[in-house]
């Protein structure tokens, strides 16, 4: 029991501290599976993922306009962020859902809370306003920017 309310219970970070060898335990065993899921992935194969994701390459294309420094895949609080924005020491986030790849799943409520009270507001755009209301989702982007480049 206090094993399922560790890992089903964690808000921000877990750290995982075992002093076993994981690879002899049963192969149908939940434990195995669990530890298995934090093995790392090799970064240049991460990175290149990043890379062939022509949704985040189209939005950081037309972000590149606003003078903004842009971050991709920014960790901040714990957390990461799809793209950030900085300029004039204002932070804006941009979460990115709907693309197959790094950026499907939207963020959760808790998530833009704690960006929040770090002082950085989130942005979502989906692939499909994107794909089909460009122009509107432009718009809307360059709404949200202004704070950024005023000054």
Known sequence: MFFNVAITRV?????????MNSQYLPEMSLLK????SFET????????ELFEDTFSQ??????????????????IAGLSIDLLLENNNICLGI????????????FDIERYRILHRVGIQI??????SWTYHQEETKKFLKEM??????K
């Open 41 to 48: 992935k090799n970064t240049s194969e991460y990175q290149n």
């Open 58 to 75: 189209e939005i950081k294309a037309f972000l590149e306009q606003f003078k903004a420094t842009i971050h991709v895949e920014y960790t």
């Open 123 to 128: 942005v979502p755009v989906s692939y499909l």
């Open 11 to 19: 808000r921000n970070q877990r750290h995982i501290f075992y002093s």
């Open 145 to 150: 920017i202004k704070p950024l480049t005023e």
């Open 95 to 106: 979460d990115l859902i709907g693309y197959p790849g790094s950026f499907t799943a939207a």
């Open 33 to 36: 599976k669990y530890l298995s």
